[in-house]
T-cell receptor, first 113, second 113 residues
Framework: GENVEQHPSTLSVQEGDSAVIKCTYS??????FPWYKQELGKGPQLIID?????GEKKDQRIAVTLNKTAKHFSLHITETQPEDSAVYFC????????????FGKGTMLLVSP | EPEVTQTPSHQVTQMGQEVILRCVPI?????FYWYRQILGQKVEFLVS????????KSEIFDDQFSVERPDGSNFTLKIRSTKLEDSAMYFC???????????FGSGTRLTVV
């Protein structure tokens, strides 16, 4: 099955700095890579996703890059704000029918004012 | 924006008791899932459900667990005889297609004492 590794486990940045979270996956058949933000007491919220036929996707301050050869993908947040503080999870899903998300262990991002 | 609704938000139960966690997926979604998250750990897949039957399940989803879609709107997870190690946050999710776009509910915190 799929195995997703995520680093770092915690990341502290100053407001306005950039933050980068990295994930690797094991199943070369995986073709969909979402990122979720989880705030305290809430469920994971999809913030951006990328499919394997695309190398990069951007949505305002958030971008995701994918390197299929190396089997890794990264989340980039620019101009961080205190409200970006949360736990971020990467995930992967293989290219098959009723497939399921395999999550990374999560990164706690702390943005200090 | 459409939501996945879960009830109750918090459930405390005695070890050995049965619990039923309830979910109302987004109305036009066809794929339904249960995930759980033990405190401080990653989100783990339990089971997926499509076309009124289980399509995939993990090793965690043993004979103590069952799922049901009793009517056109609800999706339930039953734990027949709870154990201490079942204490976790349980998330329901749904998607329109099985390969992307999962929406998670806010979760039910289950505490087994």
């Amino acid at each position: 099955g799929e195995n997703v590794e995520q680093h770092p486990s915690t990341l502290s940045v100053q407001e306005g700095d950039s933050a980068v979270i990295k994930c690797t996956y094991s199943d070369s058949a995986s073709n969909y890579f979402p990122w979720y933000k989880q705030e305290l007491g809430k469920g994971p919220q999809l913030i951006i996703d990328i499919r394997s036929n695309v190398g990069e996707k951007k949505d305002q301050r958030i971008a995701v890059t994918l390197n299929k050869t190396a089997k890794h993908f990264s989340l980039h947040i620019t101009e961080t704000q205190p409200e970006d503080s949360a736990v971020y999870f990467c995930a992967a899903i293989p290219n098959s029918g009723y497939s399921t998300l395999t999550f990374g262990k999560g990164t706690m991002l702390l943005v200090s004012p | 924006e459409p939501e996945v609704t879960q009830t109750p938000s918090h459930q405390v139960t005695q070890m050995g008791q049965e619990v039923i966690l309830r979910c109302v997926p987004i109305s036009n979604h066809l794929y339904f899932y249960w995930y759980r998250q033990i405190l401080g750990q990653k989100v783990e897949f339990l089971v997926s459900f499509y076309n009124n039957e289980i399509s995939e399940k993990s090793e965690i989803f043993d004979d103590q667990f069952s799922v049901e879609r009793p009517d056109g709107s609800n999706f339930t997870l039953k734990i027949r005889s709870t154990k201490l190690e079942d204490s976790a946050m349980y998330f329901c999710a749904s998607s329109e297609r099985g390969d992307r776009g999962y929406t998670f509910g806010s979760g039910t915190r289950l505490t087994v004492v």
